[in-house]
């Protein structure tokens, strides 16, 4: 039986407002009963039900931000699951506000629909770290969670790991510039063009080539990017320094989303939100952390240093001595209020993730991965991952497939196969799902332990 802590339950139980939709109202362009609303902050809710409800109900953070039209909804209602949720355009990186806003329209879905029998978190991106922030925070409220894409390292942990990158590229690319790594002045769209254009202008030259390689190296992104018009190259040759250093500056600076573009526009607003900067390299060893990256990017980088006549230690010494920087103690206690990733999960857990993703980089599972496994709570998780790059680049087919899993796990108590071959029949001819094994995490907040990380 799912319960409400006390503490939220007065927030529930207020009325739905006047501007929410009676249940039963037709949904445009689905078959199916919709209502809709605003949670007490104005978060704006949307849900639909079909005619033959399976009695599992989806909760997505984006949802009410045109989830209706998407070919992902229409599969999941032609297949008996209600879905709906909120939008993020108040809660922003308030994590913990976001959180507790999926507890708060999961109860006006019910109240307007009934009871129902599983209720399951799930999303993409900034919804993917909800959803597992709704597993840790809210297990007697939902069943299960299907975090997508989500940044799992916790909201310090891959701050952390960003600043690391745009640190790296600014000491040894643009020393002296006023390209800013923390304190992000307001115009966002111009300081994203001027670090976008002068990593752009690095990539012309050997020297450049090799400093993004190691900086991306050193930043744990991926060697596999989307280019400026959307299109996905294939996956370069592991042997090939080249292929992966032009996968690398990709996934930095090219495609329609790039790293460096969310790096800015979304510090940017944490800073706001925080009261200053979350995140800090003060102790941090980047040539040990260049050492723990993927060997094909190892392999990039000393080859393209080779090639353009510099001295790896030379610049990994100019790294060592560059002077740190310092959080704001105030904002990391803003970011751990929203959420810190404990692995203390009560509810199955079943997560998606690119091995190509750009904004919740890989690694980030294993962070994620190693501390349930510390706390003891290994089987109620389940990972898996998609060969696409770009981020939540995920087919219909391959986010129905997770769903029905998950499904599966509720119905029965046990975790039915989520093997690749499996999750593949599941996702037609469309599936990409594959065995992969992620990194292991640079910056894991909390830390986690050595003996608990392996795998």
């Not at 939902?142 to 600043?163: E, H, I, R, T, Y």
Request: charged content about 15%.
């Amino acid at each position: 039986m799912r319960f409400l802590p006390l503490a939220v339950a007065a927030v529930l139980m207020a009325a739905v407002p006047a501007t929410a939709h009676a249940a039963g109202t037709p949904c445009p362009d689905v078959s199916a009963s919709c209502t809709d609303g605003q949670l007490p902050d104005g978060t704006p809710y949307t849900f639909a039900k079909p005619a033959r409800w399976n009695g599992a109900v989806l909760v997505d953070l984006d949802f009410a931000a045109g989830g209706l039209a998407s070919p992902l909804t229409k599969s999941l209602l032609d297949r008996g699951y209600a879905v709906g949720g909120t939008t993020r355009a108040i809660s922003s990186w308030n994590i913990a506000h976001a959180i507790d806003n999926q507890a708060a329209a999961l109860d006006r879905f019910e109240t307007a629909f009934g009871a129902a029998r599983y209720a399951i978190a799930e999303g993409r991106s900034m919804g993917g770290m909800v959803a597992a922030g709704v597993a840790q925070v809210y297990p007697g409220r939902f069943d299960a969670a299907v975090p997508m894409c989500g940044g799992l390292g916790g909201s310090v942990g891959q701050w952390n790991q960003k600043l690391d990158t745009v640190f790296t590229l600014k000491t040894l690319l643009f020393p002296g510039s006023d390209l800013p790594v923390t304190g992000l002045p307001a115009d966002v769209p111009g300081t994203q063009q001027r670090w976008l254009s002068a990593v752009q202008s690095a990539q012309a030259t050997a020297e450049g080539k090799a400093r993004i390689a190691l900086a991306s190296a050193i930043g744990q992104l991926p060697g596999w990017g989307v280019a400026p018009d959307g299109t996905t190259p294939p996956v370069p040759d592991d042997r090939d320094p080249d292929g992966v250093e032009q996968g690398m500056f990709l996934a930095l600076a090219g495609g329609p989303l790039p790293y460096l573009g969310q790096a800015v526009s979304s510090r940017r607003t944490i800073e706001q939100l925080a009261g200053g900067n979350p995140s800090w390299n003060t102790g941090v060893d980047y040539a040990r952390q260049f050492t723990t990256a993927a060997p094909s990017q190892q392999n990039a980088v000393r080859r393209l240093y080779a090639r353009a006549g510099l001295d790896l230690r030379d610049d990994l010494a100019r790294l060592a001595a560059e002077p740190r920087l310092s959080a704001d103690p105030t904002a990391v206690a803003y970011l751990e209020r929203g959420i810190v990733f404990t692995g203390d999960l009560r509810i199955p857990v079943l997560t998606v993730n690119a091995t190509g993703d750009q904004i919740s980089t890989v690694a980030q599972q294993q962070s994620y991965g190693a501390l349930v496994r510390q706390a003891g709570h290994a089987p109620l998780l389940r990972q898996t991952y998609v060969r696409t790059a770009g981020h939540c680049t995920f087919t219909t087919g391959e986010q129905q497939a997770a769903v029905d899993r998950v499904l599966a796990r509720l119905r029965t108590g046990h975790w039915p196969d989520t093997s690749p071959r499996t999750m593949n029949a599941l996702a037609g001819a469309e599936g990409r799902y594959l065995d992969f094994v992620p990194p292991h995490f640079n910056r894991p907040y909390p830390a986690v332990s050595t003996a608990s990380s392996s795998g």
